[in-house]
């Protein structure tokens, strides 16, 4: 028997997982209301709140998206093409992205107001460029719709092979405004998107949508649902969107263990997910290591905090006394370039090996409240080898010495979210080896921020996926635009007699 769920009750058992319970707070009991939705986490027993308004804001943006995504195949390419074209025109013009710089700086002044991080959060120069560029990069790109994967013909009859939309790419990531015309690269491929962003980016996105999205759709002649913003600040609203149905592919980014859970409950949900949640990258030098590349490479792998940017590196013990003062030497300029101070966190016996005032000294770190006093170097254990750390001005990373490179090897495998890795060495047996025994979809030999769509494949990126939950099915981490998409089947009979 099947009843509506209208309450909640303080204390009321939960089951989750199939033989796990949790037990309803009476915060959550006395907030909830007719209408509103629980969604209970099987993997954590997390208990989400979903408010009736942001039910109603969510499903009904992925409606409209649905919608427009049956519309989209009588589409033509040239009207995708001229989108992108009139989105990049819009973003380029000062008159037009005048509102749109005003938002941002609203949103930045705010999150500074309560101490958030704003480092992604700036619609710079440089990223203004970016996406503009982007956005015309992918009206130049060809389009995979109905492309012919493979034809296999047969007497009497052919069969085609072709491409297709997948349908409607939900997509929550944080405040990062570039993000928001990257993800459109999924109309060249035929899709429809749904977005959700950060609240410490929503005035931002708003101006976008209302001063460039919205008008380049209306004048390329798209449905107007092909490119939706869910209009809501509530963390509740992603939660909302990721359990319709509707969703062909739900894409998160941003902080780990929130990328995680908004995977968690599009899986349950039937929705395919790409995360793109927890980072750092790794640099491995041995004894083989060029000191000189060595320091070049780690400071250009810290040049600002993304999820390519450098978080542990591990050394050979032979190779320590020699290589470690020309990490720090890479470390310090990375700092200097930033006009701030560097952070170290030294595993064990690394210690040994690092001047002693580093640990004696404090400096100004800059964090997301400002700068704060703190040991310019500090022991942490080796269990926390993984650990990203999400600096706001000042590098931080974590230093490990070890016997060899497949115990650094190892190491990344088992406490690394799987993700970038670097070997530092001249010895081409040793990257040879490094290559196939390292657990991660990008590997290198020097510096780690090459780790980009864009940068790397000129392909604007929907995100970068690590390995943490597993590999990837028939696809690279990279998740790029003309990467989502499903293929049909086409028969074309000209003998009208066949029969099986």
């Known amino acids: ?77 040239d009207a995708i093409s001229a989108f992108f074209e009139r989105f990049a025109d819009r973003l380029a013009d000062d008159t037009t992205f005048a509102p749109i710089l005003e938002a941002n700086g609203a949103d930045v002044a705010s999150a500074q107001q309560r101490e958030r991080s704003t480092t992604r959060l700036i619609l710079s120069d440089t990223m203004r460029a970016d996406m503009i560029d982007g956005l015309r990069g992918w009206a130049a790109a060809s389009s995979s719709r109905d492309a012919v994967i493979e034809s296999i013909a047969h007497e009497g009859w052919t069969l085609e092979q072709r491409m297709a939309g997948l349908g409607v790419v939900g997509f929550v990531f944080e405040g990062r405004p570039n993000v928001f015309a990257d993800a459109c690269g999924v109309l060249r491929s035929g899709n429809t998107v749904v977005f959700r962003i950060g609240s410490d980016a929503l005035g931002t996105a708003r101006a976008i949508v209302e001063h460039a999205l919205d008008p380049a759709l209306d004048e390329a002649g798209l449905p107007a649902g092909s490119a939706v913003l869910v209009d809501s600040a509530a963390r509740s609203a992603g939660h909302a969107m990721f359990s319709d149905e509707r969703l062909s592919l739900a894409v998160a980014r941003g902080s780990g263990p929130a990328v995680a859970q908004l995977g968690a409950v599009a899986r349950q949900a039937g929705v395919p997910v790409s995360l793109h949640g927890t980072g750092g990258a790794w640099i491995v030098a041995t004894d083989a290591a060029d000191p000189d590349r060595l320091q070049a490479v780690v400071e250009a792998s810290l040049d600002r905090k993304v999820c390519n940017t450098l978080n542990t590196c591990a050394i050979t013990a032979s190779a320590a006394p020699i290589l470690v003062p020309r990490l720090l030497a890479g470390l310090e300029a990375a700092s200097a370039r930033l006009g701030t101070n560097a952070k170290l966190h030294v595993v064990g016996d690394a210690a040994e090996y690092v001047p002693n005032e580093w640990f004696d000294t404090s400096v100004p770190i800059g964090r997301a409240e400002g700068d704060v006093i703190e040991p310019k170097a500090e022991p942490i254990e080796a269990a926390q080898l993984g650990h990203e750390w999400e600096w706001e001005t000042s590098p931080e990373i974590t230093l490990v010495v070890v016997e060899s490179m497949q115990e650094a090897v190892d190491a990344f495998n088992e406490q690394s979210p799987r993700f970038a890795a670097s070997l530092l060495s001249e010895s081409e047996a040793e990257q040879d080896q490094f290559w196939a025994t390292v657990d991660a979809p990008f590997v290198g030999n020097g510096f780690t921020r090459w780790v980009d769509g864009q940068y790397a494949m000129n ?35 000209t003998d009208p007699t066949v029969r099986r």
């Open 1 to 77: 028997m099947v009843a509506e769920l209208t309450s909640l009750t303080a204390g009321q058992v939960i089951v989750f997982g199939g033989n796990q319970t949790t037990q309803v707070s009476p915060a959550l009991a006395e907030s909830f209301a007719p209408g509103d939705r629980l969604v209970v986490v099987n993997d954590t027993g997390d208990l989400l709140h979903i408010q009736q308004q942001e039910w109603t804001t969510a499903t009904g943006a992925v409606g409209r998206a649905h919608e427009a995504f049956l519309q989209l195949g009588a589409v033509a390419d």
């Open 459 to 493: 392909r604007p990126e929907l995100g970068l996926s690590n390995w943490q939950f597993g590999r990837l099915f028939a696809r690279g981490g990279v998740l790029a635009g003309d990467s989502v998409f499903t293929v049909r089947s086409r028969a074309l009979q």
